[in-house]
């Protein structure tokens, strides 16, 4: 049995914002030890989150963490980079991301084409990070804003709480 991990006050508000409902069908970028995708899989009833990473520590801990999830079908990792992901498409009601850099340190048009692709229309994504610097806190949003704009997202919001900052967007319904 893996070890329990103390949760993170990040990924506390992280999935506090994302706010799944019991019959949604969530994507997760950058699951890492699988955190996250234990505190959204105990809000799913019908619902599924597949959690993607590229490192197949992060796949295989997320997995052994989450095993009672996966059993059940709530849950699905799978190792890959968000801009190969190949799913159906509006698949998805929601998307998120805690601490995954890709989407402001370069351009993330390849993985925002991927988001549009996956998640329904009016499904909403999330971009979220732990608290930071005023300053870099404004870098990250504003990278991520623009972009999100410049790929058709709309109803982009920056998003802030003690235990972290980061940004919402709609995927449009036309």
């Not at 999935?15 to 505190?39: N, R, S, Y």
């Not at 796949?59 to 190792?79: F, I, K, Y």
């Not at 999100?148 to 036309?174: C, K, N, Y």
Request: aromatic share 4%; net charge positive.
């Amino acid at each position: 049995m893996p070890a329990r991990l103390s949760v993170p006050d990040r990924v506390r508000w992280a999935v506090d914002v994302l706010d799944a409902k019991p019959a949604d069908m969530i994507l997760e970028t950058g699951c890492g030890p699988g955190v996250a995708a234990a505190l959204v899989c105990e809000r799913l009833r019908t619902g599924q989150l597949l959690a993607v990473d590229r490192s197949p520590v992060a796949v295989r801990r997320t997995a052994d963490r989450n095993a009672a999830h996966v059993t059940s079908g709530r849950l699905v990792v799978r190792r890959c980079e968000l801009d190969e992901l190949v799913v159906p498409a509006q698949s998805f009601d929601r998307a998120f991301a805690i601490n995954v850099n890709l989407f402001w340190v370069r351009s993330p048009a390849p993985e925002l084409a991927v988001l549009r692709q996956a998640i329904r229309p009016d499904g909403m994504v999330y971009l979220l990070y732990g608290a930071a610097s005023p300053t870099s806190t404004e870098r990250v949003t504003a990278s991520i804003s623009t972009a999100l704009r410049v790929h058709g997202f709309t109803a982009v919001e920056i998003i802030g709480g003690r235990s972290g900052v980061g940004v919402s967007a709609r995927v449009p319904t036309h």
